[in-house]
């Protein structure tokens, strides 16, 4: 098992940074890829980055490239989406995952993050 806990929410107005983290535990991190998603109310969830292992690859959403940028660090078991110029439509919750195989299995309780216009 793998537990994980999302922190660095908060209401932010338009143009604005947030930092998320990520807290993993329950296996050796470096196993994990870890991603992040979101769902905005009355929306799917949906992806919006991940990093590997080694941190050598990391693939982002449309619409967060050059706004949100995926990172971790090994030694502390963190994963982190800075979110630069943020826009009302990033409103959501956010959500830290993890993956061993093909499948996303591990799941955060989620962090709300609201973008002000």
């Known amino acids: 098992q793998v537990q994980l806990v999302e922190s660095g929410g908060g209401l932010v107005q338009a143009g604005g940074s947030l930092r998320l983290s990520c807290a993993a535990s329950?296996?050796?991190?470096?196993?994990?890829?870890m991603g992040w998603f979101r769902q905005a109310p009355g929306k799917e969830r949906e992806f919006v980055a991940s990093?590997?292992?080694?941190?050598?690859?990391?693939t982002a959403a449309d619409s967060v490239k050059g706004r949100f940028t995926i990172s971790r660090d090994n030694a502390k078991n963190t994963v982190y989406l800075q979110m630069n110029s943020l826009k009302p439509e990033d409103t959501a919750v956010y959500y830290c995952?993890?993956?061993?195989?093909?499948?996303?299995?591990?799941w955060g309780q989620g962090t709300q993050v609201t973008v002000s216009s």
């Open positions: 990093i590997s292992w080694n941190r050598l690859t990391t």
């Open positions: 329950g296996r050796p991190f470096s196993m994990l890829t």
């Open positions: 995952a993890a993956r061993i195989s093909s499948t996303w299995g591990y």
